[in-house]
């Protein structure tokens, strides 16, 4: 069977790039060029499709929490100092268990006194961070766990590192740790009271969380995203974010209630977001410690929970893997999901075309959403949907009805979007929807049936993505099987788990589910995979930590990373069988 081939049908100009601010600087060095990750806003940035799932791990309830103190005898915050380049070198002494063979084995330059997390008192158990910058060559040293040797006169430590602020790189070594658990350098992503006097941070800022992402469940091997270069635990399940991941404040959120020096960090924390880097309690975020700190920005950051944060798509501002360089990329080199359709037999009651999707993010989007029948006979399409009508659902309430597009109030500005119907008899509904989840249903006029298509195009907001398809039909034979597009727009792959389920709703009290769905992937008329029951599948054991394995193992799914482009997914019964279905594409 040679499957529909499904077409983007829009194309984006690229957005003029805007100009990056100065990077933040210490003792009269630059802390990393103004293209490091560091310094490069998030704000434009697609919201990830995990995004729900992580900032829940995180906590949707759980408060922020500014970690440093306007006491100074507390030790709270991580402190830091500076040296110039005539300090001596200290020798580093590996801790018992130390990451040595992790560490950057070189000479440190840190001071007798330098100040350590928590205080020179601090437990053994503790991160007793120390950081240090050398101002002549602008380089960074950081130390976890140590303690001073000899009056100071040399250090232990658990894991070191060093980072020339002058560069973006080379990053770490992949795999390698650092002071900090992601393989990151902590100073640059602490919050500082000279910023925030300066008006502004123009930086991401470092975040822990309790529940990390830390194994690939396919292959054993370490889970994190870039920047970061090292994991953080074994567990294995996607629902929790790994380390590297990046979260912004809502845009959405208002800052105009808190003081001025709680709106600069707010400010930042929607412009540069975190960057999760350690793991320790949910939505800590560090920063240095002074005497100038008001308490009113502890208690109002201590106001706002995890549910104004969203996580965002970090992967088109790699340049490469093992640098640290970002680009501010234009909207166009976002790995997403965009067009989605599916195409299948329209019958009557409850064996009409329901078609559902989500759109994600934090702001509202356009779509239209479109059902198509007439124009389905130059395919060769037997017995298309002569006159297809349209519903638009968000839970029990009707958005928006059609039968003829061309009757619609708004018919001009779907004409204006590009994607009017070919035929007058189909229809389509233009609408500015909230992010959630919403119902396409696709039935014939007068209780006719045929084949039909119901699918939905994006108009605007490419930070806002479509995030899954999921359609439910009857599933028969030849050509009335179920098949399902969707399109890959970008410049960079994108990881999506595609099923096909059919047991699993009977509990769902549908008749006549489909016993054994089979399905098959195709880019097109090329087969890319091909799957029965999910458990068979070699990659299995990744389709379960997705958190979007099917609930019955006779229901199908394909896990793949897939490059931009046009792909269909075709749902049949095993040996011929027929029966109510479902196919559904999810962004991971």
């Not at 110039?84 to 084995?105: K, Q, T």
Request: include cysteine; hydrophobic fraction near 45%.
């Amino acid at each position: 069977m040679i499957p529909l081939r499904f077409c983007a049908l829009f194309a984006l100009a690229s957005a003029a790039l805007p100009a990056l601010a100065a990077p933040p600087t210490v003792g009269g060095c630059q802390v990393f060029p103004a293209d490091n990750h560091w310094n490069t806003p998030i704000d434009a940035l697609p919201v990830h499709p995990r995004s729900t799932d992580w900032v829940a791990t995180v906590g949707n309830t759980a408060r922020l929490h500014a970690d440093w103190g306007n006491n100074l005898a507390d030790n709270f915050g991580i402190p830091f100092a500076t040296v110039n380049g005539a300090h001596p070198a200290s020798l580093i002494i590996p801790n018992a268990g130390a990451f040595d063979d992790e560490s950057d084995n070189v000479p440190f330059p840190i001071p007798v006194d330098a100040p350590v997390e928590g205080g020179l008192g601090a437990p053994s158990g503790a991160d007793r961070h120390v950081l240090v910058i050398e101002t002549n060559n602008c380089i960074l040293y950081e130390l976890y766990q140590a303690f001073p040797v000899n009056g100071g006169t040399n250090w232990s430590a658990t894991s070191w590192a060093r980072f020339d602020l002058k560069t973006n790189g080379p990053l770490r070594q992949a795999g390698w740790t650092s002071a900090d658990a992601a393989g990151l350098p902590i100073f640059p992503g602490l919050v500082r009271w000279e910023e925030v006097v300066a008006g502004e941070i123009t930086h991401a800022i470092r975040m822990t969380a309790v529940q990390i992402w830390g194994r690939d469940a396919a292959t054993g091997g370490q889970k994190y995203l870039w920047p970061g270069r090292h994991a953080s635990g074994t567990n294995t399940s996607g629902a929790r974010p790994p380390m590297g991941a990046r979260f912004r404040l809502k845009a959405s959120f208002d800052v105009t209630p808190y003081s001025q020096p709680t709106r600069v960090i707010l400010t930042a924390l929607k412009k540069y977001g975190f960057i999760l880097a350690d793991g320790g309690s949910n939505w800590f975020f560090q920063g240095v410690s002074s005497a100038s700190w008001p308490d009113a920005v502890f208690s109002e950051l201590g106001s706002i929970a995890g549910a104004n944060f969203e996580a965002v798509n970090a992967d088109a501002m790699q340049v490469d893997a093992n640098s640290g360089q970002a680009l501010v990329p234009a909207p166009t080199a976002f790995p997403r999901l965009a067009n989605i359709s599916t195409r299948m037999q329209v019958l009557t009651g409850n064996d009409v075309l329901i078609g559902g999707f989500i759109i994600g993010g934090s702001a509202p989007k356009t779509v239209v959403v479109r059902a198509r029948g007439p124009s389905l006979v130059p395919f060769g399409i037997a017995n298309a949907l002569a006159n297809p009508t349209l519903q638009l659902v968000s839970g029990a309430t009707v958005i928006a009805t059609n039968d003829d597009w061309g009757q619609a109030a708004n018919a001009a500005a779907i004409q204006s979007s590009g994607f009017a119907p070919a035929n007058a008899q189909e229809s389509a509904v233009l609408a500015t929807l909230a992010p959630g989840a919403y119902t396409a249903i696709v039935a014939g006029a007068g209780g006719t049936s045929g084949v039909g298509i119901v699918e939905v195009f994006e108009v605007d907001r490419l930070d806002m993505p479509l995030i899954n398809i999921a359609t439910r039909g009857q599933v028969l034979t030849g050509n009335d099987v179920m098949i399902g597009g969707f399109v890959i727009q970008g410049t960079r792959p994108q990881t999506v788990l595609v099923r096909a389920r059919g047991p699993s709703l009977a509990a769902a009290g549908i008749a006549n589910p489909l016993a054994n769905p089979m399905l098959q992937l195709f880019a097109g008329a090329s087969a890319i995979a091909v799957n029965d029951n999910w458990q068979s599948a070699t990659n299995q054991a990744a389709v379960a930590a997705s958190g979007f394995a099917p609930g019955n193992t006779l229901e199908a799914a394909i896990l793949v990373t897939l490059p931009p482009g046009a792909y269909t997914a075709i749902v049949t019964g095993s040996d011929g069988g027929t029966g109510v279905g479902i196919v559904e594409v999810f962004a991971l």
